[in-house]
């Protein structure tokens, strides 16, 4: 054989030698091999895992494609309070099922890609296939899930001759009962699932605790200088800010003192005493006062300032005494634009620095600077001590965000 047969020979050796292991590794089911179909080598293990689904396939409600339905939506309470702001182009929009439908709505968008059309019940007649957001007009499904009687704290949602209920008992709670759903997809995709059943009788039932917040004044917290005060006082105000995650009222009474030696005194008010039965349910207390007071007594003495910080402390421990997890916030005195002695710098300098006492003393308090926040809006303020209906919504928005870190601190240990 010559040289060049010999390498050719070669050659052609080595390539078989190489074909045949190519496809001995190429199917571990092949003859010879010694585990089962599906199974792989111990020295070589496969990456059996695969990523989870990213959309579900499949919802179902009873025997009822999802994709049938119209989410429904309770009208807001606030419907003349909407026409009001609409006309003035001043104040926040509040319907609050509505922006719950809608999150609810982009929510089965995002999870099955299915888009669901939002309509609000009394603009819509009642239908087979619906999913009812809120304490709707559907009352024969809201009767027979015994959905009118839920707490503020309570959520349910329910399945009744095919139609679904999301509802709360405040539209805080509607609203958090969507984040059940939320959670309900992600662990169904998270589970490698893509279809999901509601069964004809399905029901789940929770709650959500919304923050309550007691707001203690005077007129300005009881709303005087605004149109109607069940709807644009501050603390009206503050809980449409709030709405998601807590409940405002109002016990602000006109002309009160935060002093108790004074014949004014908020202590010796029905109001207060409704407070005091009320505390063991509130979370927190804003109190704000001490306007009243600087103008009772226009010389004002160390002796008054002992007087303002000793009533400031009974009307603290008398509500901490029924509630020892109550927290507080002291605002002092918002601005006054006339030349009498209301909200003087000598009392809202007093009740600045009566906050680190108060939290010496076990009473756990923010400080809120009211008059900071109101000092250049007098334009709002007609009589020069009372804001309008904007002052108060200013005064709502500035709230909001001093109560922003308690509630988000307390909603993280529910």
């Known amino acids: 054989m010559n040289k060049s047969k010999l ?73 003349k309070y909407l ?6 182009k001043l104040f926040p929009v509040y319907d609050f099922d509505r922006e719950t439908a809608e999150r609810l709505s982009d929510l089965i968008y995002t999870v099955s890609g299915i888009r669901l059309p939002v309509a609000e019940d009394k603009s819509t007649e009642a239908g087979e296939c619906e999913i009812l957001v809120g ?59 893509t279809e999901l059943a509601f069964d004809a009788e399905y029901s789940y039932s929770s709650t ?6 007691g707001c203690i004044g005077d007129s300005i917290t009881e709303g005087v200088g605004s149109t109607n005060s069940a709807i644009f006082s501050y ?12 409940l405002v009222i109002n016990f602000g009474n006109s002309g009160k003192t935060m002093r108790n ?55 603290f421990s008398a509500l901490k005494k029924k509630n020892a997890d109550l927290r507080f916030v002291l605002a002092n005195c918002p601005a006054y634009f006339g030349s009498d002695g209301f909200g003087s710098a000598t ?6 620095a009566l906050v680190k006492t108060l939290n010496d003393e076990g009473f756990p308090t923010a400080f809120y600077d009211m008059y900071a926040t109101t000092k250049g809006m007098r334009s709002l303020f007609p009589d020069s001590l009372h804001p309008n209906d904007e002052g108060h ?3 709502a928005e500035a709230f909001a965000g001093a109560l922003g870190e308690l509630i988000d601190r307390d909603t993280s240990n529910k």
């Open 135 to 193: 304490n709707t007009n559907r009352t024969d499904v809201m009767s027979a899930l015994d959905l009118y009687a839920l707490e503020s704290d309570d959520y349910a949602i329910a399945v009744h001759e095919g139609r679904m209920a999301v509802c709360g008992g405040e539209y805080g709670t509607t609203w958090h009962a969507v984040d059940y759903l939320e959670t309900l997809f992600s662990e169904t995709l998270a589970a490698g699932k």
């Open 235 to 246: 603390p009206a105000q503050l809980g449409r800010y709030l709405w998601k995650d807590a």
């Open 7 to 79: 390498i050719l020979t070669v050659l052609l050796a080595l390539a078989a030698v190489m074909l045949l292991a190519a496809c001995g590794s190429h199917n571990p089911d092949s003859t010879g091999s010694t585990e089962g179909p599906g199974t792989t080598s111990s020295a070589a293990p496969a990456d059996t895992s695969a990523a989870a689904p990213t959309q579900l396939s499949s919802i179902r409600i009873g025997d009822r494609d999802l994709s049938e339905y119209t989410i429904v939506y309770a009208q807001s309470e606030y419907s």
């Open 347 to 352: 009392v809202r300098n007093l009740q600045e």
């Open 83 to 88: 026409k009001i702001s609409q006309y003035r």
């Open 261 to 315: 030696d004074l014949a004014d005194s908020y202590i010796r008010t029905s109001t207060y005493s409704d407070a005091l039965r009320q505390a063991a349910n509130i979370d927190i207390f804003t109190v704000m006062l001490g306007t009243n007071d600087s103008n009772r007594d226009r010389d004002w003495t160390e002796a008054d300032s002992k007087l303002y910080n000793d009533s400031c402390r009974s009307i």
């Open 393 to 395: 919504m200013k005064m």
């Open 208 to 213: 959500y605790h919304l923050t309550r917040i």
